[in-house]
Every structure is written in structure tokens, then in C-alpha cells.
């Protein structure tokens, strides 16, 4: 398996391309702001090409060039359906004046036209998508947004890893994703670590939608909101 990464745009957010080997397609998760020129670098040094798109959720800063990914490779996108009206219209997940600043923050001046891709899938709960023999499975987990959701691709190098976990802003080396923006609820995103996170084997690595990897079982040992749920 072939699993690389880099951070793209202003909010450094990871983007992921994960393919079962040189010559096959791949999947690329989360294409953030700016993500374009280093895609096509990544998908040439490895020698593969996109087959999907899979978004973690609706959040600019992860689909930000979802569109454009598809319309060059043409290949799907996979999303959530309460998070699918993000495509075409990312700021409404913020509110107007947070909006406004973020704007004004990252410099990003007058926002590109948005518009869901030619082939939108639903990346419903339990569903499994298969790119070029890489079989990720989908876990909706609303509470950072109503579609969030984490893909689990099984892992076959020689580390001792059963899993890998593609967590968007769910879950975060010692942390969780923020759930004061629209659509977020404290609730449910307790109900989806409760429900979806401690059943899980430990030696599944978690890669994050910002900043490092961590396991299952650090954030089980480590992580406060995962603690006050356990204790």
C-alpha cells in the first residue's frame, strides 16, 4: 500500500493519497486549499492516478479543490449527504461575520465559483468504496458537522497496524473537532466517540485532518475527551 501526505493551503490541512500500489488509481482524501500542484507532484512520484475523491466533511479548507480534482482526473466524490450542499456552497458552514474574517485572515479575497462535480456518491454509514482494489469503509460520525464522517482502509505492510483511519476534524492527536460552528452539536459528537472511537482496535493509526498521526490507543490513554467518557 501506498499512503503519503502533505498540508495544503493557509489552515495546513492534511491531505491524504492512499493507492494499493505503483500503476493503479488512488484515493485522495481531503483536498484542501492550494492542493492542486502538490497532488499532481505526489500522483506522479508515485505513479498513479486519482479514482476518487473521498471528503471527510463539508469544511472548505478539506473540499476546497474537490472540484477540481474530479473535473481533471474525472473520477467521483464521495461525501456525506447532509454535508453535500457544502460543495457548491462552503461558507455555509460559518457563520456571515466569521466568514468575513476568515476571509480578511487568509487573504483569500474573491472566492472561487463552487459547484458539486459531475458525480457526487453518497458516503452513507457502513458503506464500503473500492478504488482500484483499496477498500475503504465509512463511519458517519456527526458532531464537528452533521455529515462527518472517517474512512477505515485495512493495512497491509509489515508494521503491526490492522487499520488505517483517514479522521478528518473528528479526532485529533489529543484533541476532537470544534463544535460551536453551524451544524456542530457537543452531543453528538460525544454519542460518535463513544460509539464509533473506543470500540475500536487499538493499533489502528488515526491520521488527522491537522497535524500528526497518532493510534487509537494514545488517544484512548491520552486524549481528555475520550477519558471523560471512559472514567
Not at 486519482?50 to 472540484?67: E, K
Not at 464521495?78 to 450542499?85: C, T, Y
Not at 459528537?189 to 491537522?210: E, F, K, N
Not at 475527551?225 to 471512559?230: D, H, N, P
Request: hydrophobic share 40%.
Amino acid at each position: 500500500m501506498l499512503l503519503t501526505s502533505f498540508p495544503a493551503g493557509p489552515l495546513q490541512a492534511n491531505c491524504y493519497v492512499a493507492a494499493r500500489g505503483p500503476g493503479t488509481q488512488c484515493a485522495v482524501v481531503d483536498p484542501g486549499m492550494d492542493a492542486m500542484d502538490d497532488l499532481r507532484t505526489v500522483i506522479k512520484e508515485l505513479n498513479v492516478t486519482p479514482g476518487a475523491v473521498l471528503v471527510t466533511h463539508g469544511h472548505f479548507d478539506h473540499m476546497w479543490c474537490a472540484q477540481d480534482v474530479a473535473r481533471e482526473f474525472d473520477c467521483p466524490v464521495w461525501i456525506h449527504p447532509a454535508d453535500r450542499h457544502l460543495l457548491s456552497d462552503p461558507m455555509a458552514a460559518i457563520s456571515g461575520e466569521s466568514a468575513a474574517m476568515l476571509r480578511q485572515q487568509l487573504n483569500m479575497g474573491d472566492l472561487p465559483e463552487f459547484a458539486e462535480p459531475a458525480d457526487v456518491r453518497d458516503a452513507v454509514d457502513g458503506a464500503t468504496i473500492d478504488v482500484d482494489g483499496l477498500v475503504f469503509t465509512v463511519d458517519h460520525v456527526p458532531g464537528h458537522t452533521p455529515g462527518t464522517v472517517f474512512y477505515r482502509v485495512d493495512w497491509d505492510g509489515p508494521e503491526a497496524i490492522s487499520q488505517v483511519m483517514f479522521s478528518g476534524d473528528f479526532l485529533f492527536q489529543g484533541s476532537i473537532g470544534r463544535t460551536d460552528l453551524a451544524g456542530g452539536s457537543h452531543t453528538q459528537m460525544q454519542d460518535s466517540l463513544r460509539d464509533r472511537v473506543l470500540p475500536l482496535a487499538d493499533d489502528i493509526v488515526v491520521l488527522p485532518g491537522h497535524g500528526p498521526q497518532t493510534s487509537v490507543a494514545r488517544e484512548r490513554v491520552t486524549n481528555p475527551f475520550l477519558a471523560e467518557l471512559i472514567s
